[in-house]
């Protein structure tokens, strides 16, 4: 596969470098030449720029801050030009509290796909780049779930192979409006873990919720 990925910091080092070392083609687009050629060198992609990026392959990866997606998607194209374009979003839209910074509205991925007509994905953003740095992302339960929103089932079943060739577990978890309930559980999820607590000890296992 072919996957553009737009961004240099640590997600695209994860899940770039992650899929090109699983042999899939990737290239990795960022404002800085020199920053975006290190990235590449050290993770086996190509280097390119941001509106490359955004256009290359099957599916562009969304590996930037979340107020930053949108303006540089309008610099590689005007509004539109993105209809039916596969885009993966990992970015949280969450400020500090944490609060979503997307308040009453639509949620992140909802929101991009308005703006975009892109088939858009949710996927990724629940996790640090820490987790999806592991070779492979397993622990002592299995390995991570993945949880995907999105309308287009081909979309989804591209995420879901790129997901389980890092070694992950996807799963579709709903269409794209579900994403806003991932966006808000990934915002609950960081108080947990910025406070230290665990959320797994409110999660019991599923036989014991009873019928």
Request: with cysteine; charged share 15%; proline share 8%.
């Amino acid at each position: 596969m072919r996957v553009g990925v737009l961004g240099t910091g640590a997600m695209a080092r994860a899940l770039g470098g992650g899929w090109a070392r699983a042999g899939h083609e990737v290239l990795v687009g960022g404002r800085d030449a020199e920053r975006t050629a290190a990235l590449a060198a050290s993770t086996g992609a190509r280097p390119g720029t941001l509106a490359e990026a955004a256009r290359f392959g099957e599916a562009s990866l969304l590996a930037l801050p979340h107020d930053a997606v949108l303006p540089v998607l309008g610099t590689a194209g005007t509004t539109g030009s993105f209809d039916g374009r596969i885009l993966i979003d990992c970015t949280n839209a969450v400020g500090p509290g944490p609060v979503l910074t997307t308040g009453e509205g639509p949620g992140a991925a909802r929101a991009l796909a308005a703006a975009t007509g892109a088939r858009v994905v949710k996927a990724f953003n629940h996790l640090t780049p820490a987790v999806w740095s592991r070779t492979p992302p397993v622990f002592a339960d299995g390995p991570v779930a993945v949880p995907l929103c999105g309308d287009d089932e081909e979309a989804l079943a591209l995420v879901s192979t790129l997901a389980a060739d890092l070694g992950c577990a996807p799963f579709v978890a709903g269409p794209l409006a579900h994403a806003d309930l991932l966006e808000a559980a990934t915002a609950f999820l960081i108080g947990l873990w910025t406070s230290g607590r665990d959320p797994r000890a409110m999660l019991p296992p599923p036989a014991a919720l009873g019928g």
